[in-house]
C-alpha cells in the first residue's frame, strides 16, 4: 500500500463521552400521558426513548463498541475531488488472499455507515479450504465523506458526482483500476453514477435497492410491451404497497432533509436524544422486524454522533442531490457497459416489479427474497453475500470475474 495510506483505530476522546453522559442525564422528553406517546404510527415511542437512553447513560459501553470495530482492518487516506481540494477518507479494506479475487466497492447510505460491511465482510473474503465456494472479493468499505470518520466538503456543491469521483479515485489509490460494486440506499445512487461516469472502471454493480422507471415504448418497446400483459404476484402487489406506505407515510424525513438540512442538523447535533429518536425510527421502520438490541442501536447512533464531520454533515447529500438532472440520469438511465445485479428485499423502502430494473441496464443476476429489509448486508449478510457470489459465478457476472483471474 501507499505510504499514504495509514492505519486507522477508532478512539474517541474521554471528554466526548463525558460530554454526552452531561447532555442525556439533563434530556427532556416529550411526556405529556396521551396514548400516543407510544404509538409507533406518531414516531418514536417515549418509552423506548427513555429505555434506551437510561441505558446509553448507565450501562452502554462505548469503549468496547470501540474494541469490536477495531478488530476491522481500518484506514485513511486523502482523496482528491475536482473543485474540493483534498478530502481525508476512512475505510475498511480486507483482502481474501486468493489469486483472481474481485476488489468491490461496498457504499453505505443514510443512516447508515461502514457499519454495515461488518457481517458480510467475511463472508466475501474468507477461504475454506475445506469447502472452496468462490468467487472470492477484496472488500474496501469507505465512510461516505460527511459521514463517520471521513472528512466532509467546507462549501456547496458536493453532489452524487463528487461522491462517486472520491469512491472512484479511492479505488484507484489502492491499485484496483478495474472494480465491481455494491450499493444500497445512497450507495445506490452513487455506485450507479459510477458506473455512468467511469465505465471502464466500473465493470459490474450489484444493487439491494433499486430505484427505477417503469418502461417507456420509445425506449423499451418490447419491455414496456411484456409489462402491459404481465400479471403482478402477490409479493409484488405487497411490495408496491411498501413504497406507498413509505412514499406517503414514511418520507417525511427526506422532504425535511433535501429541503432545511441546517434545521434538522441543528438538533441532531445538539441533542443526542434528537439523534437517537430520528436515526431510531428509521432502523425500527426500515427493517424487517429484524430483532435489534439496544447495543446495536446506540452503535449505529454512536457513529453518527462521534463522526468526524459531525451528525449534521450527513442529511446535506439529501440537498446537494436536489433537482439535479444529469445526476439522475446517471442513477436512473440505461446504461449498456456496465452489467447489473438486482436483489429485492420485501421490507425495503421501495420494492418495484422485476421490468422495473430491466431499464436501468444488462441484468445478469435477479433474485427476489422472502425476508429483509433496507439494510440488507445487516440483516441478512448470508442472502446478500450468496447473492453477491452467485452473480459473479454465473452468465454475464462470471465473464466479469475472468478480468482478475490469473
Known sequence: MSSEIQPFTISIPGFKLDLLKQKIAIATFPDDGSSMADDWAYGTPVSDLKR?????????????????????PQFTTTVPVAGFGELNIHFVHQKSGKQGSIPLLFCHGWPGSFIEVSKIISLLTSTNSNED???????????????????????????????????????????YPQYV?????????????IGHLYPDSCLASHLNYIRADPPIPTRHPMLYIRSLIYRLS??????????????????????LQTTRPSTIGACLADSPVALLSWIYEKLHDWTDNYPWTDDEILTWVSIYLFSRAGPAASVRIYYEAQNRREDKKAMMGYNPRVKLGLSYFPRDL?????????????????????????????????????????????????????????
Not at 181 to 193: E, F, L, V
Not at 234 to 255: M, Q, V
Request: charged share 20%; proline share 6%.
Open 52 to 72: 434506551l437512553v437510561d441505558y446509553w447513560q448507565n450501562e452502554f459501553d462505548w469503549r468496547a463498541v470501540e474494541r469490536k470495530l477495531n478488530k476491522l
Open 350 to 406: 421501495v420494492v418495484l416489479p422485476w421490468y422495473y430494473g430491466r431499464t436501468l441496464g444488462p441484468v445478469v443476476f435477479e433474485k427476489v427474497h422472502a425476508e429483509g429489509g433496507h439494510f440488507a448486508a445487516y440483516e441478512k449478510p448470508e442472502l446478500l453475500a450468496g447473492d453477491l457470489r452467485k452473480m459473479f459465478s454465473q452468465a454475464g457476472g462470471k465473464e466479469v470475474a475472468k478480468v482478475w483471474k490469473v
Open 234 to 255: 402477490p409479493s409484488e402487489k405487497a411490495g408496491l404497497d411498501r413504497t406507498e406506505w413509505f412514499h406517503t407515510k414514511g418520507y417525511g424525513y427526506n422532504i
Open 181 to 193: 460494486t455494491q450499493g444500497g440506499d445512497w450507495g445506490y445512487a452513487i455506485t450507479r453514477t
Open 133 to 175: 465456494n468462490g468467487p472470492y472479493f477484496d472488500v474496501v468499505a469507505p465512510s461516505l465523506p460527511n459521514f463517520g470518520f471521513s472528512d466532509g466538503p467546507t462549501k456547496p456543491g458536493f453532489n452524487i458526482a463528487q461522491y462517486a469521483e472520491c469512491l472512484h479515485n479511492l479505488m484507484l489509490k489502492l491499485g
